[in-house]
């Protein structure tokens, strides 16, 4: 049995369609205030006792995390008991950013004999390997291309942004604690007085990121903002980044000869 540790978003769901499909059994934990399936199980960040009894009773062997889960201060956290017993390792790490508290939670399951697997074992559809749009990319976005990587490069922190912006030799944007959308909307005023589409986006794992589990994720509405933006385009890492709604992206970005490429 499969455990699907859910946040937000519609990365959940698209794992669920195709689990669906290949009728491939699976429990559903959502750590969220929304309902994702009458079947779900729903428990709250910080009770651990009830997650790993909840793993136990379903003899789940692995756990597949999906969906965006928000970090909250620690002062907001209500442990349970199992929960208050790793509280002093837990504040020692809570600081460090989402990667390191991740690699905590893995340790964790995997100390109860469960295995913390990449989506892409049941799932390899969701993850872009190749070129998805005929619209290819100019030789100078190839060219913005290297400034981005080279800066992504130079990063030390392990949790900083996953998303920059260069327009034409011009680093634009550089994602911070408010996610992709925000660079993309400040992109937009930015380049409001232009008529020509030359910006690209290039998003990535952060340095030192966990590949199996824990990939960047795009989706139509990603797409859709890029556009109104007034970007050429967006990079994403072979078999590093996950596109939701991949049909229907490649379907708008043809129509507005907006490339979508892998690197």
């Known amino acids: 049995m499969i455990a699907l540790i859910c946040g937000t978003g519609s990365f959940p769901k698209e794992i669920f369609k195709i689990l669906n499909k290949k009728k491939i059994k699976y429990i559903i934990i959502n750590l969220t205030e929304k309902n994702l399936s009458k079947l779900e199980i729903k428990l709250k960040i910080g009770q651990f006792g009830k997650l790993f009894k909840t793993l136990k009773e379903n003899n789940c062997k692995e756990v597949i995390f999906a969906g965006k889960i928000m970090r909250p201060s620690l002062q907001n956290i209500k442990f349970d008991t199992e929960g208050l017993k790793i509280l002093p390792e837990l504040y020692k790490i809570f600081k460090k950013g989402d990667y390191k508290i991740l690699n905590f939670i893995i340790k964790l ?20 390997y190749a070129n998805l749009t005929s619209y290819k990319p100019t030789t100078t976005n190839m060219v913005d291309l290297k400034i981005a990587v080279n800066l992504f490069n130079k990063f030390k922190k392990d949790d900083l942004g996953q998303s920059i912006i260069v327009d034409r030799c011009r680093i634009v944007g550089v994602e911070g604690a408010f996610g992709t959308d925000q660079i993309i909307n ?7 007085t232009r008529k020509k589409n030359t910006g690209i986006l290039v998003k990535i794992p952060k340095k030192n990121q966990d590949f199996e589990i824990d990939l960047p994720t795009i989706g139509y509405k990603t797409i859709k903002n890029c556009i109104s933006a007034g970007l050429a385009g967006i990079y994403l890492k072979k078999g590093k980044n996950v596109i939701l709604d991949k049909n229907k992206c490649k379907k708008l970005a043809d129509k507005k000869k907006f490339f979508i490429s892998v690197f």
């Open 109 to 128: 399951l995997k100390k109860k004999k469960i295995k913390t697997i990449s989506h892409t074992k049941y799932c390899k559809a969701l993850t872009i």
């Open 186 to 192: 400040n992109y937009k005023k930015f380049n409001k």
